[in-house]
């Protein structure tokens, strides 16, 4: 699962859109721990909002093992600059 989250005025991370979850749950790949390591790269592409407050983006990805218990791991990407309507971040 892929979600966009940006940083509110106190600097916390907000998700900002509905998880994308893919059709079948698993449209990415079948194993991210297997390919998804520390220092890897993935490139992917996404619309970032626009407004009158600056913000940072960064791409969340849920990694959820229903197999295993306690396998839920987050990845995210780096920051980059932007701007943001602030009632996406509904009441801070």
Known sequence: MLGLQA????????DVEIFFT???GR????????????RSEWQ??????SG???TRY???????NPNEVKARRYFYSNGVAGTIDPC????D
């Open 88 to 91: 996406k971040f509904g009441r």
């Open 44 to 49: 992917t592409f996404t619309e970032l909002l």
């Open 7 to 14: 940083q509110n005025l106190k600097g916390e991370w907000k």
């Open 27 to 38: 449209s990415f790949s079948r194993r991210y721990d297997e390919v998804l390591q520390a």
């Open 52 to 54: 009158s407050q600056h």
């Open 58 to 64: 960064r791409l969340k990805l849920l990694i959820d």
């Open 22 to 24: 893919g059709i079948c």
